[in-house]
T-cell receptor, first 115, second 114 residues
Framework: EAGVAQSPRYKIIEKRQSVAFWCNPI?????LYWYQQILGQGPKLLIQ????????DSQLPKDRFSAERLKGVDSTLKIQPAKLEDSAVYLC?????????????FGPGTRLTVT | GNSVTQMEGPVTLSEEAFLTINCTYT??????LFWYVQYPGEGLQLLLK?????DKGSNKGFEATYRKETTSFHLEKGSVQVSDSAVYFC?????????????FGAGTRLAVHP
């Protein structure tokens, strides 16, 4: 079974530029998550999709961050414009269910550096 | 709100030493509890979980018991190996509107030397 795929693995941009990350979840997983992991901290949920609908985006900075999951499969996360404090690893995860004690499967992450 | 607190690292041990990484949580209701591990250059992997009080999760020689009375989920291993060197994250699953999200601790880096 293929795991969660993410690209790119690394990205360096200047502040005020835009950037997009892509995630392909495990086949058949209805729930997809984007997390932000700042150096030295645990991952923080940005947005959660159930199929192609958003179920939680309470911690997404909506003035600069956006995400979509067209057709309930792949997802993209965009930052526009980027700030220095957006430097972090962006993790995508998926699970077969968004409820109960279900396991989340994580991709390798995209390391973003904003200069 | 709900939160997870882990002991600060790094934790440095010699091979075959006993490992304990402390984790306590604050939560309303009865969350599920997890330990995730992140090996160098890899994504987070679920190590073990417990879904109700007094449950013991175990995997690869690691174990943790869900202690409701002390709101703790400490990770233990009797004899660590160099290959256990990684960052360990404690997490709880919090439900909102029928859907659960994970809340992570800050992580504890473990370095095991031969």
């Amino acid at each position: 079974e293929a795991g969660v795929a993410q690209s790119p693995r690394y990205k360096i941009i200047e502040k005020r530029q835009s950037v997009a990350f892509w995630c392909n979840p495990i086949s058949g997983h209805a729930t997809l998550y984007w997390y932000q992991q700042i150096l030295g901290q645990g991952p923080k949920l940005l947005i959660q999709f159930q199929n192609n609908g958003v179920v939680d985006d309470s911690q997404l900075p909506k003035d600069r961050f956006s995400a979509e999951r067209l057709k309930g499969v792949d997802s993209t996360l965009k930052i526009q414009p980027a700030k220095l404090e957006d430097s972090a690893v962006y993790l995508c995860a998926s699970s077969s269910t968004g409820t109960g004690g279900g396991e989340q499967y994580f991709g390798p992450g995209t390391r973003l550096t904003v200069t | 709100g709900n939160s997870v607190t882990q002991m600060e690292g790094p934790v440095t041990l010699s091979e075959e030493a006993f490992l304990t990484i402390n984790c306590t949580y604050t939560a309303t209701g009865y969350p599920s509890l997890f330990w995730y591990v992140q090996y160098p250059g890899e994504g987070l992997q679920l190590l073990l979980k417990a879904t109700k009080a007094d449950d013991k999760g175990s995997n690869k020689g690691f174990e943790a018991t869900y202690r409701k009375e002390t709101t703790s989920f400490h990770l233990e291993k009797g004899s660590v190996q160099v290959s256990d060197s990684a960052v360990y994250f404690c997490a709880l699953s919090q439900g909102t509107g029928g859907y659960n999200k994970l809340i992570f601790g800050a992580g504890t880096r473990l370095a095991v030397h031969p």
